[in-house]
């Protein structure tokens, strides 16, 4: 029975690879750990070994909307290409070395709106792939489909049911809405395997719909969820958690002042996050 399970993961995936080669636009949404980075790295691998629309040699670019976002996935990517499974696809051949935020491709310059990148002086792309698209505006889209070659092929990559962008226009989201033959959804994840009381909250959340009340799993059964209830006449700027908060994050102030390695301070950085609206 796993394996037949593993099977139709990989199932998703695979469409998910076909519908890129042969779409010239494609999106491929999922969920936290569900492999999308991990397949845009089969794609990109297929690419620079047998070429995309008949260019042997297709040149590939990589965006997201962030510094943060593109960082990301420059890492996670840089791993799923060093796989020996996808090393032996690529055969030498040269693949992104690196990922820019959507201002840096389209040149768009701090001060003004306007991008040097646009249908008068197109992307030099063949292939755009950009993750983290939830995050993308639709003033933004419009400059992307504006400087993108017409012959160029264009992959988003992204979790439809994360937050929609600042500015205007929940892009992706719409996209995703509809049932079109480009997209590709991938729904098995493995980001929750040892915690999965989060994974449930999350799809429970994911499945409130406006004005009703949400059903959430039993919280009290949940190891992995810490329930935190305000207290009636609690001080909502100094809850009871700050303390806890603030503990964590004067750890990580020793460990930068006594002059612990750079990495090390970034990595215990990551350990404990706060995430607010």
């Known amino acids: 029975d796993s394996r037949d399970q593993e099977s139709a993961d990989h199932e998703e995936q695979r469409d998910a690879v076909e519908k890129a080669l042969t779409h010239k636009f494609s999106v491929i949404t999922g969920g936290p750990g569900t492999g999308k980075t991990y397949t845009a790295a089969r794609i990109i691998a297929l690419m620079a070994s047998h070429g995309i629309g008949g260019n042997p040699i297709p040149r590939i670019a990589l965006a997201a909307p962030t510094g943060k976002a593109a960082n990301r996935v420059h890492q996670s ?126 799809e429970a959340i994911n499945r409130c719909k406006p004005g009703k009340e949400p059903s959430l799993p039993d919280l009290e059964k949940n190891e992995n969820v810490t329930w935190r209830e305000l207290v009636k006449g609690e001080n909502t700027w100094t809850p009871k958690w700050l303390e806890e908060a603030k503990d964590r994050l004067e750890e990580l102030r020793r460990l930068i002042i006594h002059g612990k390695n750079v990495v090390k301070v970034l990595e215990h950085q990551t350990d404990f996050q706060i995430l607010c609206a």
Do not use: F, W
């Open 77 to 202: 990517l840089s791993a799923a290409l060093d796989l020996p499974e996808v090393k032996r696809i690529i055969g030498g051949r040269s693949v992104p070395e690196e990922a820019t935020t959507l201002h840096s491709l389209l040149k768009i310059y701090r001060g003004s709106p306007k991008a040097r990148q646009n249908a008068a002086n197109p992307l030099p792309v063949d292939v755009l792939i950009i993750d983290e698209a939830s995050m993308i505006d639709l003033p933004m889209m419009h400059r992307v489909l504006e400087a993108l070659p017409k012959s160029a092929h264009l992959i988003l990559l992204g979790d439809k049911d994360q937050l929609s962008s600042v500015e205007a226009g929940s892009v992706l989201a719409e996209l995703c809405a509809q049932d079109k033959p480009y997209i590709a959804t991938i729904s098995k994840s493995r980001r929750y395997e040892k915690s999965p009381g989060i994974g449930e909250l999350a």
